[in-house]
């Protein structure tokens, strides 16, 4: 198929089913040939006929469609009468007539040539350096789940896609559903292996298997707790929700621990003769005298996390979250701690409990500790002095660390934007496309990249020809080179695709849009120049590019040219024009 052909699939088939899954806003569509009738004139024949140019676009656009009329009745019947004035084809428009001299039609194949010809295009794709290709960006609607609206554009996929004509396939590009599920996976055994912890910690510091139980079995209690919470309010699972409860799990066994503890520590002193009534009641009162002291200090924590709900703009949509689960973990930790913690202490603290004293570890650890809380007790004010000192010098490295608005996150993919100079053709940009994804995809290690230069066609994409975003999807780690880490493919990309007046700069898919919106810069770090003359602006951005170059750490360096471009101006002789009235 042609790159006509499979852009005339893509606008007319692809992209009004894709449309219908379930999230999806827009199906914008990026390159190939956009097919359109020109007619391209001749002047001197205009001249000769005495027709002006704009009346050839008038006849075209007056015959160029139907019209209804009313209805008439013949034999007993009713007939609805229509106009039927559209254009079919080329021959169509080379016989519309636009002036009839003593009977003899000039038509708009005597003074030009129609041809079905491809648009003019401000968009290229391009597919694993083997050329050009059409195809679409799915996007989403706002607060729709990115993972559900995924499956449900695979779906559709998958129905629409044996009605395809031969020659045509349709290929993912880039799939973020592989990354989401990812880190969903990586994070829910995150969880499981703090749970498995935390139950080991509990029985070594214990002694005693089934007192552990009660602190671990709060945690999936209190994880439930959170999720029906989220259900409620239509939260889904991400990385920052499922953090949120990853952050709260040390906190949420706090309850259990202390107040299996303190039992333990009320049995220790009961006589071993002690009657099961007074066991029930020495755990009894346990409950009563550390439990509310602990339902309030779990409240205190989960209040502590109410300014983050205040945040605004990509911080809010970020954080709100982290912040809602973890507030929902630690109510329903701090309600099981006065509700389901005393019973089940009640059924599982039973037997023989291991005094203090005895545990091994615990006397190990006394026995370290006891030298310092004296050494300490012995030193006051040295070691209030020394606290102060440290708090001192904390303050030097505190102000050397960097920040960021997100961590760098492994994302699978590399996205690949170098920045050209204004003014590119879109040939030349086409030929330099092919050119990066053909040495990009010599690497072993990537399994496909696909480029776009220029825009898509939608309002939310108004990138320039010189814009280039290419997206580079790699293979699973275990098939890379020994020893390949990505900082070093990438410094390797980087050294293969060094070309003249081009600027590369490497960064995420995901974090690069972020960057985008929360900014307005493409790459992570940037220099904003702010003033009122545009050419001054790009002197000073231009110097500002210079003395980056020079700065250690720095890839590349590029000042963009908010005052470039060629044009061909067309200024009129108003005095010559004059004399043609």
């Not at 809602?324 to 509700?339: D, I, P, W």
């Amino acid at each position: 198929m042609s790159l006509a052909d499979t852009r005339s699939l893509q606008d007319w088939y692809l992209r009004y089913q894709l449309t219908q899954a379930e999230g999806v806003s827009e199906v914008a569509s990026v390159g190939g040939f956009v097919r359109e009738y020109q007619v391209t004139v001749d002047p001197h024949r205009l001249a000769t006929f005495g027709i002006a140019l704009d009346e050839v676009g008038k006849v075209i656009s007056a015959s160029n469609r139907d019209v209804g009329g009313r209805v008439i009745e013949m034999a007993e019947k009713e007939y609805m009468v229509r106009g039927r004035g559209y254009l079919r084809g080329v021959e169509d428009i080379e016989n519309l007539v636009l002036k009839s001299t003593g009977g003899t039609p000039v038509t708009v194949a005597d003074i030009g040539r129609v041809e079905l010809v491809p648009a003019e295009r401000r968009g290229i794709a391009e597919l694993n350096g083997e050329g050009e290709v059409a195809s679409g960006i799915v996007m989403a609607r706002f607060g729709q789940n990115a993972l559900d609206v995924i499956a449900n554009v695979k779906a559709k996929i998958a129905e629409i896609a044996p009605g395809l004509p031969e020659g045509a396939e349709i290929v993912p590009v880039y799939d973020r559903s592989t990354l989401i599920e990812r880190a969903i996976d990586n994070l829910k055994w995150t969880l499981l292996e703090e749970s498995l912890i935390v139950a080991v910690v509990c029985a070594i510091f214990l002694l005693h298997v089934r007192s552990a139980l009660v602190a671990v079995v709060t945690l999936p209690l209190g994880i439930l707790i959170a999720f029906i919470a989220m259900r409620g309010m239509d939260l889904g699972s991400n990385i920052m929700s499922l953090g949120g409860i990853a952050i709260a799990i040390g906190t949420m066994v706090d309850a259990g621990i202390v107040m299996v503890e303190n039992a333990h520590k009320r049995l220790e002193r009961l006589p071993a003769e002690a009657s099961a009534a007074l066991r029930r009641d020495t755990l009894i009162h346990a409950c009563k005298e550390v439990g509310p002291a602990l339902f309030f200090s779990l409240l205190i924590i989960m209040v502590s996390f109410l300014p983050v709900f205040t945040l605004e703009g990509q911080e809010g949509r970020l954080f709100s979250p982290l912040a809602y689960t973890k507030t929902f973990a630690m109510a329903g930790a701090a309600m099981l701690s006065v509700t389901l913690i005393p019973v089940l202490m009640l059924f599982f603290v039973r037997g023989r409990i291991v005094p203090e004293n005895r545990n091994p570890v615990n006397r190990a650890l006394m026995w370290a500790y006891r030298p310092v809380i004296r050494g300490v007790m012995r030193h006051k004010l040295l070691t209030i002095a020394l606290a102060l000192i440290a708090l001192a010098i904390t303050i030097i490295p505190a102000r050397q660390i960097g920040s960021e608005f997100m961590p760098t996150l492994n994302e699978g993919a590399i996205f690949y934007m170098p920045a050209a100079l204004p003014g590119m053709s879109v040939t030349e940009a086409g030929r330099l496309l092919a050119t990066t994804n053909r040495i990009i995809k010599t690497f072993p290690e990537v399994a496909s990249v696909y480029g776009k230069a220029g825009r898509a066609n939608t309002a939310t994409d108004p990138a320039p020809l010189e814009m280039f975003e290419t997206v580079i999807n790699l293979k699973p780690q275990d098939q890379w080179r020994p020893g390949m880490t990505t900082d070093t493919l990438i410094a390797e990309m980087d050294a293969a695709l060094k070309f003249p007046g081009l600027a590369n700069s490497w960064t995420m898919p995901i974090k690069a849009r972020i960057d985008m919106l929360s900014t307005g810069i493409r790459t992570p770090v940037g220099v904003k120049v702010f003033g009122k003359d545009l050419e001054t602006l790009e002197k000073v951005a231009q110097a500002v590019e210079a003395a980056v170059r020079k700065v250690p750490g720095a890839s590349s360096a590029y000042a963009e040219r908010v005052a470039g471009g060629y044009y061909v101006d067309i200024v009129p002789r108003r005095d010559q024009l004059a004399r043609y009235g």
